[in-house]
């Protein structure tokens, strides 16, 4: 066993403090990953702070983990040590099912394994990358290619796989118009990476506070929602709208911004449960779907697509001793574009 530096929130309401966990010994077809970057997604706080459920405290969080190689077992043939390699949401499935065999991890039959707050084959609870190091099978380990440094694709392992995934299974790129709703931690990276597709991309924002950033990351155009007359204008006009708020909208208002055949997909996770109206499907043949993180091939594609596009994350780099600040910072809404910890810092 190995005793490594985290950071763990010891129950729902207690802020986060520095600790000590045990990683296991590095099995025969797993690698150990010296932790150097770990990004924060909305995620972490939402599960420590028991807004999804009980999470199961104390829990180390965090599942947008870039580091190096340290260490591999006798039978991996996928890495070796000095590789550089990231962890996203899932590190283990059952491998066995149709899901899994189609490369599509995250949708796993019989249940995969989250980075933090599931059980491991060995029966104890993971914990995710607000750590020094982990753990993990080399088949959910990703390469990151050279041209993109490590802070900044941290993020890319949940925010970059969470909007590239709906983007490419929709078929994003020229000739289609896509609109992004919230430019935040996930939108300014589905902002980044339709642009890059070819779509005529729109950012959707409650003002337009960011409208300057929203155009220089690639979008084409910028509108208030907080404007009724937006919805007018724009009725009708998008083949997809990708929707990454957290709280909940007037998805009755959004639909009707579809074009005939378009579809609104859902990435973000609203607390309440969310409602629509028949009549803002059927006119148009309107479709209301999801989409979670990618699966490991697909996650291996977007950091390649990335790295080819020179795509990372708009990052601020904090210390650990800055975690508790920077929770407060993303709820409130005060962050371009994402936080990442320099692990180095855990102790």
């Known amino acids: 066993m190995l005793n490594v530096h985290a950071y763990a929130a ?46 199961g405290w104390p829990i180390v969080v965090g599942h947008e983990i870039a580091g190096v190689v340290a260490e591999v077992g006798s039978d991996v043939s996928k890495h070796k040590v000095g590789d550089r390699v990231g962890v996203g949401c899932l590190v283990d499935s059952c491998r066995e099912c149709d899901s899994c065999l189609k490369g599509l991890e995250q949708y796993c039959l019989n249940g995969n394994i989250g980075t933090y707050g599931g059980v491991g084959r060995d029966g104890k609870p993971t914990a995710g990358g607000y750590s020094t190091h982990i753990v993990v099978e080399q088949d959910f380990a990703l390469r990151i290619p050279e041209g993109i440094e490590l802070d900044e694709a941290a993020p890319l392992l949940c925010a970059g796989i969470t909007l590239y995934s709906p983007l490419n299974h929709w ?48 979008a084409d155009s ?69 989409s979670s993180i990618g699966g490991i091939p697909e996650t291996q594609e977007m950091l390649d697509f990335c790295a080819e596009h020179g795509l990372g994350a708009e990052i601020e780099v904090i210390s650990a001793d800055k975690i508790n600040e920077a929770w407060d910072r993303v709820v409130a809404s005060d962050v371009r574009y994402r936080f990442v910890i320099d692990t180095s810092t855990l102790g």
């Not at 729902?12 to 600790?19: D, V």
């Not at 690698?31 to 009980?54: M, N, P, Q, V, Y």
């Open 171 to 218: 078929n994003a790129g020229p000739g289609k118009k896509v609109a992004i709703i919230g430019l935040g931690g996930l939108g300014h990276m589905g902002v980044k990476i339709a642009h890059a597709m070819g779509a005529d991309v729109t950012v959707l924002s409650q003002s337009l506070k960011k409208q300057e950033d929203g155009l220089r990351l690639g």
């Open 222 to 290: 910028y509108y208030a929602t907080s404007d009724p007359d937006t919805f007018e204008q724009l009725a009708g006009s998008f083949d997809l709208i990708v929707n990454t708020v957290s709280a909940n909208l007037d998805l009755d208002a959004y639909m009707g911004l579809l074009a005939v055949d378009g579809t609104l997909v859902e990435v973000g996770a609203p607390e309440h449960p969310m409602s629509v109206k028949a009549f803002s499907l059927l006119p148009g043949r309107r479709s209301l779907a999801g």
């Open 10 to 55: 010891p129950s729902a309401t207690a802020p986060l403090e520095p600790t000590v966990i045990e990683r296991r010994d590095v099995g025969p077809t797993e690698i150990l990953i010296d932790i150097k970057f770990a990004g924060i997604c909305h995620s972490d706080i939402h599960t420590a702070r028991g807004e999804w459920g009980d999470a």
